[in-house]
T-cell receptor, first 112, second 114 residues
Framework: DTGVSQDPRHKITKRGQNVTFRCDPISEHNRLYWYRQTLGQGPEFLTYFQNEAQLEKSRLLSDRFSAERPKGSFSTLEIQRTEQGDSAMYLC??????????FGPGTRLLVL | GNSVTQMEGPVTLSEEAFLTINCTYTATGYPSLFWYVQYPGEGLQLLLKATKADDKGSNKGFEATYRKETTSFHLEKGSVQVSDSAVYFCARGLLTGGGNKLTFGTGTQLKVEL
């Protein structure tokens, strides 16, 4: 069990650029979640996959955000035309059948 | 609505002091409840959980009891250490569409001093 990994750990970009983050869940977990955490706040749910199917999306996930999990293993989260308000920590979690979500270290995004 | 409320920080304690971090929740049904801890520069780590009323979760000397009558899940530790300094998040799981997305409180920063 190597845990949930995320790449990159840090990303600095200019406003208007596109960014893509990757999450590799724990191998036997079929459920994968994305959350966003801003400074001083708790994580907020963005979206959820069961295998390759995206089953739920938060209203926080604007049209500029898209997430995929093409083979039911790793997932990507893309933000198009980034805005300064997108600056946050993006967290990925995967879940086992006992309902516990295990989190990765996060990708910290800074939009200049 | 469905939410989680936890006491604001920072909480500053001396080593070996008793810790309580209050957490209350609102939800329909019977959610699972969790405490996660975030050490500086790291991701969230599960500290403990409880899945039904009167369950007590415990780990590393921390405890929390699922109280349905008061809709609370307060975190306690009898004797804190400097290494416990971190941000603690209370969370509830809500089954929607087959998922179990978590709703978090805003976090409580704990500082333990010698």
């Amino acid at each position: 069990d190597t845990g949930v990994s995320q790449d990159p750990r840090h990303k600095i970009t200019k406003r208007g650029q596109n960014v893509t983050f990757r999450c590799d869940p724990i191998s036997e977990h079929n459920r994968l979640y994305w959350y966003r955490q801003t400074l001083g706040q708790g994580p907020e749910f963005l979206t959820y996959f069961q295998n390759e199917a995206q089953l739920e999306k938060s209203r926080l996930l604007s049209d500029r955000f898209s997430a995929e999990r093409p083979k039911g293993s790793f997932s990507t989260l893309e933000i198009q035309r980034t805005e300064q308000g997108d600056s946050a920590m993006y967290l990925c979690a995967s879940r086992n059948i006992q309902e516990t979500q295990y989190f990765g270290p996060g990708t910290r995004l800074l939009v200049l | 609505g469905n939410s989680v409320t936890q006491m604001e920080g920072p909480v500053t304690l001396s080593e070996e002091a008793f810790l309580t971090i209050n957490c209350t929740y609102t939800a329909t049904g019977y959610p699972s409840l969790f405490w996660y801890v975030q050490y500086p520069g790291e991701g969230l780590q599960l500290l403990l959980k409880a899945t039904k009323a009167d369950d007590k979760g415990s780990n590393k000397g921390f405890e929390a009891t699922y109280r349905k009558e008061t809709t609370s899940f307060h975190l306690e530790k009898g004797s804190v250490q400097v290494s416990d300094s971190a941000v603690y998040f209370c969370a509830r799981g809500l089954l929607t569409g087959g998922g179990n997305k978590l709703t978090f409180g805003t976090g409580t920063q704990l500082k333990v001093e010698l």
